[in-house]
């Protein structure tokens, strides 16, 4: 007989749900990180002068995974190019915390 299995474990073992999903969420990522640059790009005014130096890093870094992402999705998820899409959200990550840091100084 057909084994039927609960809905919820369809987002985590069905490849192509779980690919649509990674997509979704790398979307909304970099559309909530872009608008992030813009705004802080848009009042430098009234920011530390630490806060541009953060902003370009989390720019460069957000295209630069973004176009990991796409470079890992032609080749097939070669291992090497799998492991430095994982290794760019690191940094992505980090240079978030770096920018949240800089933005601490506002008093």
Excluded at 33 to 41: P, Y
Excluded at 86 to 92: E, H, I, N, R
């Amino acid at each position: 007989m057909w084994d039927i299995v609960p809905a919820w474990r369809n987002i985590f073992e069905n490849k192509a749900t779980v690919h649509f999903d990674h997509r979704c969420l790398a979307y909304t990522t970099y559309v909530l990180g872009m608008a992030t640059v813009i705004r802080g790009l848009k009042s430098l005014s009234h920011l530390p002068a630490a806060t541009r130096p953060a902003l370009y890093l989390v720019l460069g870094f957000l295209n630069l995974q973004v176009f990991l992402g796409i470079y890992t999705v032609q080749s097939h998820v070669a291992i090497p190019v799998a492991a430095t899409h994982q290794a760019g959200s690191m940094a992505l990550l980090t240079c978030l915390l770096y920018l949240m840091h800089t933005l601490r100084l506002v008093r």
